[in-house]
């Protein structure tokens, strides 16, 4: 049964998805705040968690990159609850830390949609699945751990700047669209900008150094990694 941890500091919403996640039999937590919720997934780990963003104390985003410190390795599934509406916010819970998003106020039956498909992945949904990872050109991917390491050295990576690396260099030459990133690394139906897509190939370009000219511009379609040493980035 897969574990559901809540973090909402709002009782009432708290109390009504705890009752809707219940009768859809998922093993569910609630917790009000991050330092409460930090407490709870050291000793219980669960296997998603709704974060609200506007947190009293450690705020929504502040409580992903604790998170991460410790659970780099083996990050929950994370769903940000929202009543933002600023893209650019969205785009970088995104791109950051999280794999869906869903603004408040939201449809019962849309929040159960959406936790059924982010759980899918945990057995083989959109996310590629490699068991030993991949290497070239000094550019390793440990897929268990989530880290990246350059000529041995080990890189920091956003979530989406993982998530697209490993896919490009999972299928080298491969070339694919804005939008099939997009769809690859978060699933379908997310609003986030090409220029959002274009940013992370820059910041992985510069973050690679002389292997990150093998990441490839295919004018007016999208980017593939390139195995090819004689290259010309666009």
Same mark, same amino acid.
């Given at each position: 049964?897969?574990?559901?941890?809540?973090?909402?500091?709002?009782?009432?919403i708290?109390?009504?998805?705890?009752? #809707?996640?219940?009768?859809?039999?998922?093993s569910?937590?609630?917790?009000?705040?991050?330092?409460?919720?930090?407490?709870?997934?050291?000793?219980n780990?669960?296997?998603?968690?709704?974060l609200?963003?506007?947190?009293?104390?450690?705020?929504?985003?502040?409580?992903?990159?604790?998170l $991460?410190?410790?659970h780099?390795?083996?990050?929950?599934?994370?769903?940000?609850?929202?009543?933002? #509406?600023?893209?650019? =916010?969205?785009?970088?819970?995104?791109?950051?830390?999280?794999?869906?998003?869903?603004?408040?106020?939201f449809?019962?039956? $849309? $929040?159960?949609?959406?936790?059924?498909?982010?759980?899918?992945?945990?057995?083989?949904?959109?996310?590629?699945?490699?068991?030993?990872?991949?290497?070239?050109?000094?550019?390793?991917?440990?897929?268990?751990?989530r880290?990246?390491t350059?000529?041995?050295?080990?890189?920091?990576?956003?979530?989406?700047?993982?998530?697209?690396?490993?896919?490009?260099?999972?299928?080298?030459?491969?070339?694919?669209?804005?939008?099939?990133?997009?769809?690859?690394?978060?699933?379908?139906?997310?609003?986030?900008?090409?220029?959002? #897509? =274009?940013?992370?190939?820059?910041?992985?370009?510069?973050?690679?150094?002389?292997?990150?000219?093998?990441?490839?511009?295919?004018?007016?379609?999208?980017y593939?990694?390139?195995?090819?040493?004689? $290259?010309?980035?666009?």
């Open positions: 049964m897969n574990k559901i941890l809540i973090v909402e500091d709002d009782d009432h708290r109390e009504m998805v705890l009752y #809707i996640l219940q009768k859809e039999n998922y569910v937590s609630g917790v009000g705040s991050a330092e409460a919720a930090l407490s709870h997934c050291n000793q780990r669960p296997d998603l968690i709704l609200d963003i506007e947190l009293p104390g450690i705020n929504g985003y502040q409580f992903c990159e604790r $991460l410190e410790v780099r390795k083996n990050m929950p599934l994370i769903i940000m609850l929202t009543d933002q #509406i600023d893209v650019s =916010d969205i785009e970088k819970g995104l791109a950051s830390y999280a794999d869906d998003y869903i603004a408040k106020p449809n019962p039956r $849309l $929040l159960v949609a959406r936790i059924k498909a982010n759980l899918r992945r945990l057995t083989g949904g959109a996310e590629p699945v490699s068991s030993e990872g991949v290497s070239q050109f000094g550019v390793a991917i440990d897929v268990c751990s880290q990246v350059l000529n041995g050295e080990l890189i920091a990576l956003q979530k989406m700047e993982f998530d697209i690396l490993f896919l490009l260099m999972s299928s080298p030459n491969r070339v694919f669209s804005r939008d099939a990133l997009i769809s690859q690394s978060k699933g379908d139906n997310y609003y986030i900008s090409d220029r959002a #897509i =274009d940013n992370q190939i820059y910041k992985l370009r510069k973050k690679l150094g002389e292997a990150g000219k093998h990441l490839e511009t295919v004018s007016g379609v999208g593939r990694f390139c195995d090819s040493s004689n $290259l010309c980035v666009t």
